[in-house]
């Protein structure tokens, strides 16, 4: 059924709306966190902050209104991202938005583990119908991914936790973006073995504010 189609439940988004969506906010936000610490201004961190809160309801106002649909990934990320965003700006205390990508991380590969040990395929809610593999393969890929995130989380503390806040903003973007897309290229040798003849892979995109 085409997304045209009047009875389809909702509308695709084009690819450069989720792009602009995921990945604006976190730009923002690095030039924001630069330019104040090149300031020597001690709330950069803090005042950024605005990016993050900003780019979350931007995040959930195209799913509501472009697709009509809130998919579980972005909403999770942008619903962290005005807690924590907002809790920042609050208590102006940049703590709070540094352990965000933490707590998301955990998330998803809590998310990722439970569903593999239930049977389910949490792989494909987490990144969509990019992919049809043999179940075998599926959680073998859920397994690494949910290790990945697991990683992710252990290595956002310890660079917010021992490095600049400079450095854990660009840890953050486009730090863990680069590492995400790098783990998804390794993944593709096992993908391509098992893609049916008459599908090619296609690497899902990294989440939202992954950062």
Known sequence: MSPDDPYHPHRRAPPWVHWFVDYAGLVIFLLTLVTLSLLHRPDAAVTASWAIVGGSILALLVGLVWERRLAPMPLVTAVLGLIFGGLTLVFHDERFIKIKPTILYCLFGLFLTTGLVRGKNP??????????????????LTLRYA??????????????????????????????????????????????????????????????DLP
Request: aromatic share 12%; proline share 11%; no cysteine.
């Open 123 to 140: 792989l494909k809610v987490l990144m969509g119908d990019a992919f049809h593999l043999p179940d075998p393969v599926v959680r073998t």
């Open 147 to 208: 290790l990945l995130f697991f990683g992710l989380a252990v290595a956002n503390e310890v660079v917010w936790r021992t490095q600049s806040t400079v450095v854990w903003g660009f840890f953050k973007f486009p730090g863990v973006a680069v590492l995400i897309f790098l783990f998804a290229l390794s993944q593709a040798p096992l993908m391509m073995k098992h893609m049916p003849e008459d599908g090619e892979p296609s690497q899902a995109p990294p989440p939202a």
